[in-house]
């Protein structure tokens, strides 16, 4: 695995974790929210002790005091909505830098299939390759909605341990290769099996250079040992160099703010 790029997803997972933190604060009004949650409060309480006393008068003066509650309320939900999309909008461009840049994705090997007598095929020329495993993966899709996925595995030079497993999804579709050992030079044969509805077929080939980080613990219940993929290491990271920040952040938010307020006074 390349080391260099799993220092960078890290540190794309902290400056994002960083601006996160950040933009909720210039958005999100602090004073805005404690107001409406002490209004909130103090409205149940009282609507609590009228209802106990069957008392209507005070009851209806509780939906009055909601009913003035609701603009202040309306303001909260819609600064948490722009906060939302803002967090949103920049999470999809940190994702997109991260798999744009992606050495593991990059180097894929992209086929499109063609029909045979009875299955569909595609092949390659391998060379320079390094003793160890490659996945194939065969997509199949009616227009440009994926119908069918499925993965086999083959080997260069001896047959070497795998860092993942093979998944499948959708209809039932069949992929093996000619052989299940090559070595350089050799021309990968790739097959799978018809699909009804399927108007197209693409093959993949990586040659398993999976981004993978372990961890220095077991996660409990999820039993995560390994993280495999770019975008969880990225979003792994993200949410645990938030926690971290997110005190950090508010207490210099909070004296930057007071310091302000000094100012003005």
């Known amino acids: 695995m ?4 799993l220092y960078i997803v890290t540190g794309l997972a902290l400056v994002y974790a960083l601006s996160i933190r950040i933009v909720q604060n210039f958005l999100m009004d602090k004073k805005l929210v404690k107001e409406v949650q002490e209004d909130s409060k103090r409205i149940n309480e009282f609507y609590k002790e009228a209802m106990k006393s069957n008392d209507k008068a005070r009851i209806d003066e509780a939906a009055k005091m909601n009913e003035t509650l609701m603009p202040k309320m309306q303001k909260m939900l819609f600064g948490q909505m722009k906060m939302m999309f803002a967090t949103i909008l ?3 461009a940190f994702s997109w830098i991260i798999g744009h840049i992606d050495p593991t994705v990059n180097d894929d090997i992209m086929m499109n299939m063609t029909a045979g007598a009875s299955n569909q095929h595609s092949s390659f020329i391998l060379n320079n390759a390094s003793t160890g495993f490659w996945y194939v993966t065969v997509k199949a899709y009616n227009g ?12 260069v030079n001896q047959k070497t341990d795998q860092i993942i497993w093979e998944q499948t999804r959708g209809q039932g579709m069949t992929v ?3 052989k299940e050992v090559y070595s350089n030079g050799d021309s990968v044969e790739i097959f799978a099996s018809d699909v009804p509805e399927a108007t197209r077929y693409v093959a993949i080939a990586d040659h398993g250079n999976r981004f993978y980080m372990d961890l220095p ?28 920040l997110t005190p950090i952040v508010s207490f210099i938010m909070n004296k930057f703010q007071k310091q302000n307020e000094g100012v003005q006074q």
């Open 2 to 5: 390349d080391t260099t790029f």
């Open 90 to 92: 920049v999470f999809l």
């Open 144 to 155: 440009d909605n994926e119908i069918a996925f499925n993965q086999t595995v083959f080997y």
């Open 176 to 178: 093996s290769t000619s």
């Open 217 to 244: 613990f077991t996660i409990p219940i999820l039993n995560l040992k390994r993280i495999y993929d770019a975008q969880s290491w990225f979003i792994f990271s993200a949410v645990i160099l938030g926690l971290i």
